[in-house]
C-alpha cells in the first residue's frame, strides 16, 4: 500500500495538468496566492464567520462599485465625445481668392424684347400699387444688349414662343397679425397648383421685397430660354472696363491672376487667385501694403435694375477652386468709398467617423454634385435642385442642371412655382433631408473679415486721380466721387488659429482610467485580472470534469449485465465433505452448523474429492436460459 500510495504521489507530480480534487481546494488555493488584495481574509477568518460575512461583502461591494464605474465609463466612450484643442501657428501661406462682381447683370439680345416687356409690367405695378407714376426710362429698356454668338437650335431656348404670364400679379392684401392683434397690410401675388387649387399668396410686409421677388420670379422664366453654357468670351468687355487698377504686394496684377464668368443676378464677375498655386499669390507680410488693392468702377448703369436696389459692387472672400455663392455670402462697397478689409484665418479638422458626421471630398456623400468642389452650400443647392426636378418637373434656374433636366418655365410647367416655394419653405425649415445628406467638410478654412471705411477721393485729391484714371483707363466720368470705389484687403497677421477635434476619451485613456479603478477598488495590476481569468477557466473545467464523471458512472450502471448464478465450493467446504464419507469427525466445530476443516500446510496438494462425496442432486445452474441438472440415479443429465 506504500509503494502505491507512493507512485500516486509520483505521478500526481508528474503531470502537466493539475485539477483540484474539490472546489473548496480551488478557491482555498485562489485566496491564498492570489495578487487581489482582501481575498486571503475570506481563508484566514474562516473560523470566524462573522469576519468571513464581513469580508465577503466588502469584496461583492468593491466588485459592484468597479464595474458601475467600469459602465459609466465605456458609456461614455460610445457616446463618442470630442473635445476641442485649439493651435497657433505663424508661416508664410497663400493669400485667398477674391471675387469680385459689378452688380450689373447682362440684358441678351435673345430674352431682351421679354426683359423690356417685363420692365412695363413693373412700372405699372408700381404705379398701381404706390401711385408713382414712372417713367420707361427708368428701367434701362434702350440698354445695349449683347447678343450670344453660335446659339444652339435646341434646349430650353425658344424665344419666339415664350409669353409672359398676366396671371401672377402683384396685390396688396392684410392679414392678421397674431403678436400684435392687428391687421397688417401685405403685398404678394398667388401661386396654385396644376389644377388650379391648393392656392397660396407669396406675400412680404415691404412693397419692395415684394417687387423684387415678382420680378425675380419672371426673370428666371425668362432667362430659361438662354442656353445652359452661355459663351461670353467674345464680349468686348474686358477687366479695365471694371478694374482700373489692380496691385498685389505692390506688383501690379497680371492676366493670369483672374478668371472672367458671368453671373444671373450679379453681373460680370472676376475671381483672383482661384486655383491658389501661384507662387505670386503667397503672403509673407501682414499689412495694408502687402495685400490686394483695386480701384473699380461703381457706377450705377444698370442694365435690369430690378434685379438689385444696391448700388457699388459685391466682393465675397472664399477658399481656391471653390464656387463662389455670392447671394449667401460676400459684402458690398459703397461707391466713392475706401474700404480696407482685414481677413484673418481659421482653419477647422473635424474627426468625422463615429465622433461625427463629415466628409473630405464629398465622394462619400449620397447627394451626386453638381459643382466643381465640395461645400456645404454646394451640397446643400445640389440636393435641393435633384428634389426640385424629381417633384416640380424642372430645375431652377440659379442652380446648375442634373443631366437630361431643362430650367422651369411657366408656359411648360405652369404651377412650377407653386411647386419650388413650398418646397424651398420646406429647406429652409429643415423639414428635407438635405441637412441630414450634406455634412461639413472634414477641412475647412474659415475668413474673419473686418472692415474700415473712409470717404475716397478727398475732395483735395478727386481731381488729379480722375485726370490720372482718364489718361490710364479712359475714365470719363463727371459725377462727385459716385462712380469709383477703392477696396484693400489684406492680412492682418500671418499666424492663424488652427481649431482640432480630438477624442475626449481615447483608447489609451481608457484602458489607463480602467487601470485607475482597478487599482483604487482591489490595488491590483492586470495580472490580477489574469489571474481571475484563470479562475473562471478552472471552475469551469472542473465543472465539466465532475459533470463528465457523473455522466459516465450513470451509464456504467444502465449498461452493466447481472452476473450468472454458479456453484462455487471453497476449499474447506471439499474438505468437509470428504471427510464425512471417510467417517472421521472434523477437526473443529463450526457454530453455523457448517463442517469445517482445516488443511495440513504442509500438504502442497489438496485432495481429491470423490464423486461418492458429491450430493446425489446438485443445485439447479442456469446456462443460457436453460436448466441443467445431474441426477446420479438417472447416469445422465436431463435438459429442461
Known amino acids: 500500500m506504500e509503494q502505491e500510495a507512493a507512485r500516486e504521489e509520483e505521478e500526481r507530480k508528474e503531470g502537466l495538468i493539475e485539477f483540484y480534487d474539490s472546489f473548496k481546494d480551488m478557491f482555498e488555493f485562489f485566496c491564498k496566492n492570489t495578487t487581489i488584495h482582501g481575498t486571503i481574509r475570506l481563508v484566514c477568518s474562516s473560523s470566524n464567520k462573522m469576519k468571513t460575512a464581513f469580508w465577503t461583502l466588502l469584496l461583492l461591494a468593491s466588485f459592484g462599485m468597479l464595474y458601475w464605474q467600469f459602465a459609466l465609463m465605456f458609456s461614455q466612450y460610445w457616446d463618442y465625445p470630442v473635445v476641442l484643442t485649439m493651435s497657433m501657428h505663424s508661416e508664410p501661406k497663400m493669400f485667398p481668392a477674391i471675387t469680385i462682381c459689378n452688380l450689373d447683370p447682362y440684358r441678351f439680345d435673345l430674352v431682351s424684347e421679354h426683359l423690356a416687356q417685363l420692365d412695363r409690367m413693373a412700372e405699372k405695378s408700381v404705379t398701381v400699387l404706390y401711385g408713382i407714376n414712372t417713367s420707361a426710362s427708368l428701367f434701362h429698356v434702350n440698354e445695349k444688349s ?33 403678436r400684435t392683434g392687428k391687421r397688417q397690410s401685405l403685398v404678394g401675388f398667388r401661386l396654385c397648383n396644376a389644377t388650379g387649387g391648393n392656392c397660396f399668396y407669396k406675400t412680404y410686409s415691404s412693397g419692395m421685397d415684394a417687387i423684387l421677388e415678382w420680378y425675380r420670379f419672371h426673370y428666371m422664366n425668362i432667362m430659361s430660354q438662354q442656353p445652359v453654357i452661355i459663351n461670353i468670351s467674345d464680349h468686348e468687355e474686358k477687366i479695365e472696363d471694371m478694374v482700373y487698377s489692380c496691385q498685389y504686394d505692390g506688383e501690379p496684377c497680371r492676366p493670369s491672376d483672374y478668371v472672367h464668368f458671368h453671373h444671373p443676378v450679379f453681373g460680370s464677375c472676376y475671381t483672383f487667385n482661384s486655383k491658389g498655386t501661384d507662387p505670386f499669390w503667397t503672403a509673407t507680410k501682414p499689412g495694408i501694403p502687402y495685400g490686394l488693392s483695386l480701384i473699380l468702377r461703381a457706377e450705377q448703369k444698370d442694365h435690369i435694375p430690378l434685379l438689385s436696389t444696391v448700388a457699388g459692387v459685391k466682393v465675397m472672400i472664399h477658399n481656391h477652386n471653390q464656387t463662389p455663392f455670392l447671394e449667401h455670402e460676400g459684402f458690398d462697397i459703397r461707391p466713392g468709398i475706401a474700404t480696407t478689409i482685414g481677413i484673418q484665418q481659421d482653419k477647422v479638422n473635424r474627426l468625422g467617423g463615429n465622433y461625427g458626421k463629415c466628409t473630405t471630398d464629398g465622394s462619400d456623400v449620397k447627394v451626386k454634385l453638381l459643382y466643381n468642389s465640395y461645400t456645404l452650400q454646394a451640397c446643400l443647392h445640389s440636393c435641393f435642385q435633384h428634389i426640385m426636378v424629381q417633384k416640380c418637373g424642372c430645375g431652377y434656374y440659379y442652380y446648375p442642371l442634373p443631366p437630361g433636366a431643362e430650367y422651369c418655365n411657366y408656359n411648360k410647367q405652369p404651377a412650377w412655382g407653386h411647386c419650388f416655394y413650398q418646397l424651398y419653405s420646406r429647406l429652409r425649415n429643415h423639414h428635407l433631408n438635405c441637412f441630414d445628406q450634406c455634412p461639413k467638410p472634414c477641412r475647412e478654412s474659415l475668413y474673419k473679415v473686418s472692415a474700415g471705411t473712409a470717404k475716397w477721393p478727398s475732395r483735395k485729391s478727386q481731381d488729379w486721380i480722375r485726370q490720372a484714371l482718364r489718361h490710364q483707363n479712359g475714365y470719363n466720368s463727371t459725377s462727385n466721387r459716385k462712380d469709383i470705389a477703392k477696396v484693400t484687403i489684406y492680412y492682418k497677421q500671418l499666424n492663424y488659429q488652427s481649431v482640432n477635434e480630438s477624442p475626449l476619451l481615447s483608447d489609451n485613456l481608457l484602458l489607463s482610467s480602467m487601470g485607475s479603478q482597478w487599482s483604487l477598488w482591489f490595488g491590483s495590476s492586470v495580472l490580477s485580472v489574469v489571474e481571475m481569468l484563470e479562475l473562471l477557466i478552472d471552475t469551469l473545467v472542473l465543472s465539466l470534469l465532475f459533470c463528465y464523471q457523473r455522466f459516465r458512472s ?67 445452474v442456469v446456462l443460457n436460459g436453460f436448466r441443467y441438472m445431474k441426477d446420479s440415479s438417472l447416469g445422465g443429465e436431463i435438459n429442461h
Open 146 to 178: 449683347i447678343h450670344v454668338r453660335d446659339l444652339p437650335s435646341t434646349g430650353n431656348h425658344n424665344g419666339s414662343s415664350f409669353k409672359l404670364s398676366q396671371k401672377f400679379s402683384l396685390l396688396r392684401t392684410t392679414e392678421f397679425n397674431n
Open 554 to 620: 450513470k451509464t456504467l450502471n444502465v449498461a452493466r449485465t447481472p452476473s450468472i448464478p454458479s456453484v462455487s465450493l471453497t476449499l474447506e467446504s471439499y474438505r468437509v465433505v470428504q471427510e464425512a464419507g471417510n467417517g472421521t469427525a472434523p477437526a473443529h466445530g463450526h457454530t453455523s452448523g457448517v463442517p469445517m476443516a482445516v488443511a495440513n500446510s504442509s500438504d502442497p496438494h489438496p485432495a481429491q474429492l470423490s464423486s461418492k462425496a458429491i450430493p446425489e442432486h446438485c443445485p439447479d
